[in-house]
Nanobody
């Protein structure tokens, strides 16, 4: 399984970005697709997750601003990030969890200037 993330960049506070992550390979059965991030000097944190059936969960810090979605036919997960804040600056990683196995994308950098 391989994950390819894209969509990061530099944006001003209040702006928006959309991240995408396409998974390829042998993907069968129940799975969850997630976005994590690691800010400079901080531990990695879960930003949002979505099950194959569409159930979602979000970190409190992004609720109301970020929206996770997925296209099962394309094995792709998206993260729409609105009203970005400087504290959202981080490297964002997509994650695919199939049962107890984790697969990771290469990370895409998001920088929000004040």
């Amino acid at each position: 399984v391989q994950l390819q993330a894209s969509g990061g960049g530099l944006v001003q506070a209040g702006g928006f970005l959309r991240l995408s992550c396409a998974a390829s390979g042998s993907i069968f059965g129940i799975n969850v697709m997630n976005w994590y991030r690691r800010a400079p000097g901080k531990q990695r944190e879960l930003v949002a997750g979505i099950t194959r059936s569409g159930n979602t969960n979000y970190a409190d810090s992004v609720k109301g601003r970020f929206t996770i979605s997925r296209d099962n036919a394309k094995n792709t997960v998206y993260l729409q990030m609105n009203n970005l804040k400087p504290e959202d600056t981080a490297v964002y990683y997509c994650n695919l969890r199939i049962r107890s196995d984790d697969y990771w994308g290469q990370g895409t950098e998001v920088t929000v200037s004040s």
